[in-house]
C-alpha cells in the first residue's frame, strides 16, 4: 500500500473539503487532554488507558463498537457543576446519557434529573433518583406520561404550550394532584450553534414566546389555577454553545419578562431556569470555558439584571447534560477496510471504515458536527495522513470523522478511539440496517462494568412479529 499520492498528508487542503484549520498534529501519539477523560493515557506499549483499563482490553473484554464511560469523570464533572454553582439546583439532562447507573452517579453527587419521556422518567427512578428531584420536559407529553408524572410525585413539570397545561390541569383535577410548573419560554436569542439545536428562536418548537406575549399569559394562567404550582421561568436557549452572550440576552428576556409578571400578579417568581447547553470542546480547535468561569458569569448577570428590574434574586438552575456525561465517554472501533480513493489531479483519501457508524453516532450526519480519533491499541512513527474515518452503514453519508489525521501505517484490526462520544451518541442510536446498538460499559480503578448490554440481532429480531 503506498500512501505517496494522498493529499493532505502535508497539510489539510480545502479544496478537497478538508478543513484550513486542521493543523498537521508533531505527534499523533499525543493525546490532547480536553477531548479525552481525565487521566487518560497512552501506556508503555502506545495503548490508551482510560480510568485505568487498556482499551485493547475493554475491546476483548466487550468487543466493538463499544462505548466507554470514566465514572470518576462524569463524576467530578457533575461535581464540578454541584460546587461552582453552590446554591442552584443542578438538573442533569438525561437525555444526553441515561442509564440506571448514571442515574445513580447524578444522584450521589447531589444532583437532579432532567427527564423527557416515559422512558426517561422509568430509567431515573429505576435508578434511585428521588421523584421530587425529577424535571419533567417535553413539547408533547402524553396523557399518560402527565398522569405518570403525578402518581409518583415528580418534583416539577416544565410546560410547553397551552394544550399542555390544560391537559395538566384535567389530570391534575382527576387524580387530586397539585403540580408544580415552570414554563418553558422562547426568548428570541440566537444562539452561536447549529440551527437544529438552538432553542430559543422565534420558529421552532419549544416553549412559549416572550415577544409574542404568550410567556406571559401562560405565566399568569399557571399563577390563577387551582391545580398548578407556579414555580418559575424556564429558559434553554440551545446546546454546544461556548460563549455566555447569549445566555447573558435569556437572562435579561427572562428577568424583563418576571417584572412584567410582578407587575400583572404583584407576585414575584421564585425561580428561573436557565437550561442547559455548555460546549464541551470535541476537536483541538475547540476552547469550551471551566464550569467556574460559567457559574462567575452567570452569577454576575442575574445580580445585574435583578439590580436592574428591582427584582430579589430567584432560586437558579440549569441542566448541562454534554459537559458532564460527554467528555467521559469514549467510543471504541476496530478499523476493517482502508481504502485508497483517487480524486482528480492525482491526489487520493484515505477511507478508514470502522464497525459501527451512524447508527451508534448520528451526529455528524445530523449536525455536521466534528470530532477527532486517535488508534487505541499502539503507537505509530508513521507520518500523519488526512483520512476520513466512515461507518458501515449504506448510506454515503455514513461519515463519523470528515477529516482527521491518523497514522499512514493505519490497517485492518486497528482500534479506533473517538472521544466526547459519551453525549447524545448512544442516547440517539438507532438500528438503520438492522444494527443491534452497542453497549455502555462503565470503567472504574482499571475495572469496567457494562450498564447497557450489546443489543443483539436476537433483540432486533423479536420485534419483527409479522409472518
Ligand atoms: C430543556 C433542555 N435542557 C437541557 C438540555 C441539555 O443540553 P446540553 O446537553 O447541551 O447541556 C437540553 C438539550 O439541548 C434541553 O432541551
Ligand atoms: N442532541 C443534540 C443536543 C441536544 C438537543 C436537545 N434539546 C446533540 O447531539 O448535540
Known amino acids: 500500500m503506498t500512501h505517496m499520492h494522498i493529499a493532505g498528508s502535508i497539510h489539510a487542503d480545502a479544496t478537497q473539503g478538508g478543513p484550513q484549520w486542521l493543523e498537521v498534529p508533531a505527534d499523533l501519539n499525543a493525546l490532547d487532554t480536553k477531548l479525552w477523560p481525565r487521566g487518560t493515557v497512552r501506556d508503555d506499549d502506545g495503548r490508551i488507558v482510560v480510568a485505568g483499563i487498556a482499551l485493547t482490553d475493554v475491546a476483548q473484554e466487550h468487543g ?10 462524569f ?18 439532562a438525561g437525555k444526553a446519557l441515561l442509564t440506571k447507573t448514571v442515574a445513580r452517579w447524578a444522584f450521589e453527587e447531589g444532583l437532579n434529573l432532567d427527564v423527557t419521556t ?29 398522569e405518570f408524572a403525578l402518581e409518583q410525585g415528580v ?61 406571559l399569559t401562560a405565566l399568569v394562567r399557571c399563577h390563577s389555577s387551582r391545580f398548578l404550582d407556579l414555580a418559575g421561568i424556564h429558559s434553554h436557549i440551545g446546546s454546544q454553545i461556548f460563549e455566555t452572550h447569549g445566555f447573558e440576552v435569556a437572562i435579561r428576556r427572562t428577568m424583563r ?14 425561580e428561573l431556569d436557565l437550561g442547559g447547553g455548555f460546549g464541551i470542546a470535541y476537536v483541538g480547535a475547540d476552547s469550551p470555558l471551566a464550569t467556574a468561569e460559567i457559574a462567575a458569569a452567570f452569577e454576575e448577570m442575574v445580580e445585574h439584571e435583578c439590580r436592574g428590574f428591582g427584582l430579589s434574586r430567584p432560586h437558579l438552575s440549569i441542566e448541562p447534560g454534554r459537559a458532564i456525561c460527554g467528555p467521559a465517554g469514549v467510543a471504541l472501533y476496530r478499523v476493517g477496510t482502508v481504502k485508497i480513493v483517487e480524486l482528480e489531479g492525482g491526489r487520493s483519501r484515505v477511507y478508514v471504515s470502522v464497525d459501527g457508524g451512524m447508527s451508534d453516532n448520528i451526529r455528524p450526519a445530523l449536525y455536521a458536527a466534528e470530532y477527532s480519533a486517535a488508534i487505541a491499541n499502539r503507537n505509530s512513527s508513521a507520518r500523519p495522513v488526512l483520512c476520513r474515518v466512515v461507518g458501515k452503514h449504506c448510506e454515503g453519508g455514513d461519515i463519523l470523522i470528515r477529516d482527521v489525521f491518523l497514522p499512514s501505517d493505519i490497517a485492518i484490526g486497528d482500534l479506533i478511539a473517538v472521544p466526547g462520544s459519551g453525549a447524545y451518541a ?5 438500528n438503520y440496517n438492522q444494527i ?7 470503567a472504574k480503578d482499571g475495572v469496567t462494568s457494562v450498564m447497557l448490554r450489546r443489543e443483539t440481532l436476537d433483540d432486533i429480531m423479536r420485534l419483527d412479529v409479522g409472518k
Open 426 to 430: 448512544r442516547s440517539m442510536a438507532n
Open 436 to 442: 443491534p446498538k452497542p453497549p455502555v460499559v462503565a
Open 64 to 73: 466493538t463498537p463499544t462505548y466507554v464511560i470514566d465514572e470518576a469523570d
Open 155 to 215: 418534583g416539577r413539570i416544565i410546560v410547553d404550550s397551552f394544550d399542555e397545561i390544560a391537559r395538566l390541569e384535567r389530570a391534575c383535577e382527576a387524580g387530586g394532584h397539585t403540580a408544580r410548573v415552570l414554563v418553558r419560554v422562547t426568548t428570541g436569542v440566537e444562539a452561536h450553534t447549529h440551527e437544529y439545536i438552538a432553542t430559543a428562536h422565534e420558529d421552532q418548537k419549544f416553549g412559549l414566546s416572550i415577544m409574542g406575549g404568550q410567556a
Open 118 to 146: 416515559m422512558g426517561e422518567m422509568r430509567i431515573a427512578l429505576a435508578g434511585g433518583m428521588p421523584a421530587e428531584r425529577l424535571g419533567f420536559h417535553g413539547n408533547n407529553k402524553s396523557d399518560e406520561e402527565i
Open 257 to 270: 419578562l418576571a417584572s412584567q409578571f410582578r407587575t400583572a400578579t404583584g407576585v414575584e417568581l421564585a
Open 75 to 92: 463524576r467530578s464533572r457533575a461535581a464540578e457543576f454541584r460546587d461552582s454553582f453552590a446554591g442552584w439546583s443542578i438538573f442533569y
